[in-house]
């Protein structure tokens, strides 16, 4: 079951979220306990939801790409992965309760997006821009929104919103990185992800350009709120990234999980250092 919910995709809506956290400018050790109960909410239960109920959807496609895993390997029986994903949808919905109402219709919103993203007839992941978009929200633009809202129990201010749909956006290229590992079997079962009707090479390159042109705008953003400090780190930071990409793209199928574990990092991590700017932005 542990293997089902997948920890290791647990780390973006947590660190989105605690970006959020951060952004609200409100004093994080007198609210420690929404931090905590939020942090596992969007990832162990709503990122571990989302999972599972993805695995269910793609036991056909997982039986062809990777069919060690927990259902098609029948180590999750029968239709124990269908019941696992309906039952943490439903923690879910009940742990969201206990973050006040901004949390509860955050809550409500990821568990319709992740479903909606798997399970037919709407599965946008069939589609290689609405699927990926839609994660891409959903692990950082929400929770970074959902961290602030808790936090401040407010609507977040125009330039948290702003920066948490930026780093959302060029998610989606971190998304179709992503989907370079189930090419083949994606291909056989009709999931037009951007690896499979651009190619590799293009839909690597497509990826790249999502996610450099969102933080271009975050750090003209931030040099425009005077964080000039912030702006140049992320902007640093950035320039790791083009790095990382030029050598990813000369193999993009073969070094995309290679550009997980050093372009996502540096990625994130302006997640971070935009988030401390946010402090310091005046409201508008």
């Given at each position: 079951?542990?293997?089902?919910?997948?920890?290791?995709?647990?780390?973006?809506?947590?660190?989105?979220?605690?970006?959020?956290?951060?952004?609200?400018?409100?004093?994080?050790?007198?609210?420690?306990?929404?931090?905590?109960?939020?942090?596992?909410?969007?990832?162990?239960?709503?990122?571990?939801?989302?999972?599972?109920?993805?695995d269910w959807c793609d036991r056909?496609?997982?039986?062809?790409?990777?069919?060690?895993?927990?259902?098609?390997?029948?180590?999750?029986?029968?239709?124990?992965?269908?019941?696992?994903?309906?039952?943490?949808?439903?923690?879910?919905?009940?742990?969201?309760?206990?973050?006040?109402?901004?949390?509860?219709?955050?809550?409500?919103?990821?568990?319709?997006?992740?479903?909606?993203?798997?399970?037919?007839?709407?599965?946008?992941?069939?589609?290689?821009?609405?699927?990926?978009?839609?994660?891409?929200?959903?692990?950082?633009?929400?929770?970074?929104?959902?961290?602030?809202?808790?936090?401040?129990?407010?609507?977040?201010?125009?330039?948290?919103?702003?920066?948490?749909?930026?780093?959302?956006?060029?998610?989606?290229?971190?998304?179709?990185?992503?989907?370079?590992?189930?090419?083949?079997?994606?291909?056989?079962?009709?999931?037009?992800?951007?690896?499979?009707?651009?190619?590799?090479?293009?839909?690597?390159?497509v990826a790249c350009v999502v996610?450099?042109?969102p933080q271009v705008f975050v750090?003209?953003?931030?040099?425009?709120?005077?964080?000039?400090?912030?702006?140049?780190?992320?902007?640093?930071?950035?320039?790791?990234?083009?790095?990382?990409?030029?050598?990813?793209?000369?193999?993009?199928?073969?070094?995309?999980?290679?550009?997980?574990?050093?372009?996502?990092?540096?990625?994130?991590?302006?997640?971070?250092?935009?988030?401390?700017?946010?402090?310091?932005?005046?409201?508008?």
């Amino acid at each position: 079951m542990l293997e089902l919910i997948k920890p290791v995709t647990w780390f973006p809506p947590m660190w989105a979220y605690a970006c959020g956290a951060v952004a609200s400018g409100v004093a994080i050790g007198e609210h420690l306990g929404l931090l905590i109960v939020g942090v596992i909410l969007a990832g162990p239960v709503v990122c571990g939801m989302s999972q599972a109920a993805n695995d269910w959807c793609d036991r056909h496609v997982d039986a062809i790409n990777e069919p060690n895993r927990p259902i098609p390997s029948g180590r999750i029986p029968g239709r124990w992965g269908l019941w696992i994903a309906l039952a943490m949808s439903v923690f879910s919905l009940a742990l969201g309760a206990m973050l006040g109402t901004w949390g509860f219709i955050a809550t409500v919103v990821g568990v319709i997006a992740a479903w909606a993203y798997s399970v037919e007839p709407i599965r946008l992941k069939r589609s290689g821009w609405f699927g990926p978009g839609l994660v891409g929200l959903s692990y950082e633009s929400l929770p970074w929104f959902t961290g602030a809202a808790v936090l401040s129990q407010t609507l977040p201010s125009g330039p948290i919103i702003l920066i948490a749909l930026l780093y959302g956006i060029g998610a989606h290229g971190i998304m179709t990185l992503n989907d370079f590992k189930a090419l083949e079997g994606d291909a056989q079962m009709g999931v037009n992800s951007l690896p499979v009707t651009l190619g590799p090479e293009k839909a690597a390159k497509v990826a790249c350009v999502v996610m450099l042109v969102p933080q271009v705008f975050v750090i003209l953003a931030l040099a425009s709120w005077e964080q000039s400090t912030h702006a140049a780190i992320v902007l640093a930071l950035l320039l790791g990234q083009l790095w990382a990409m030029s050598v990813m793209l000369k193999d993009p199928k073969a070094k995309a999980p290679w550009y997980n574990a050093t372009g996502v990092l540096m990625y994130v991590s302006g997640m971070m250092v935009s988030a401390f700017a946010l402090r310091a932005v005046e409201v508008f």
